[in-house]
């Protein structure tokens, strides 16, 4: 096997593993932690607000909570904003508002995910360092 063949495996490797990390890590630290509210609402102009609460402890770069809904079908997820946070161990709530970009979203059943990672510039290049992640069923309902 060249090096240039392991090399490319290596990297395919870790990138696959970096893909992973927010659904094989469900907390960094146990007492790191995010929330989801039971419950999210759609505006008649299709904008989705999402909310919860984290907590979080010290960081070395920007934080973000970061939140996605799917309905129906798993494998299609709908990006909801990013909320900037703070992590200095308080519970703090967050909430994000987007409007997907089709009109799929309708009242019901859904299925949201919550991240908050942090962008930690360790060696220049900035890499995403998760703190916790929770996925959960809600309903959204109209607002």
Same mark, same amino acid.
């Given at each position: ?23 094989? *890590?469900? &907390?960094?630290? +146990?007492?790191? %932690? @995010? /929330?989801?509210?039971? *419950?999210? &609402?759609?505006? +008649?102009?299709? %904008? @989705? /607000?999402?909310?919860? *609460? ?90």
């Amino acid at each position: 096997m060249s090096m240039r063949s392991v090399l490319g495996t290596a990297a395919g490797a870790a990138l696959l593993l970096l893909a992973a990390a927010p659904a094989a *890590t469900a &907390s960094a630290d +146990p007492y790191e %932690t @995010v /929330t989801v509210d039971p *419950t999210g &609402s759609i505006a +008649p102009d299709g %904008t @989705v /607000t999402l909310s919860g *609460t984290y907590r979080c402890l010290g960081n070395s770069g920007p934080v973000f909570v970061s939140s996605s809904v799917s309905q129906g079908d798993p494998s299609v997820r709908h990006g909801i904003g990013g909320t900037r946070a703070v992590c200095d161990g308080v519970e703090h709530g967050w909430e994000n508002s987007a409007k997907p970009s089709s009109d799929t979203l309708t009242p019901g059943p859904a299925q949201v995910e919550a991240t908050v990672m942090e962008l930690s510039s360790r060696g220049g290049l900035p890499l995403p360092r998760f703190h916790a992640t929770q996925r959960q069923d809600i309903t959204l309902t109209e607002s």
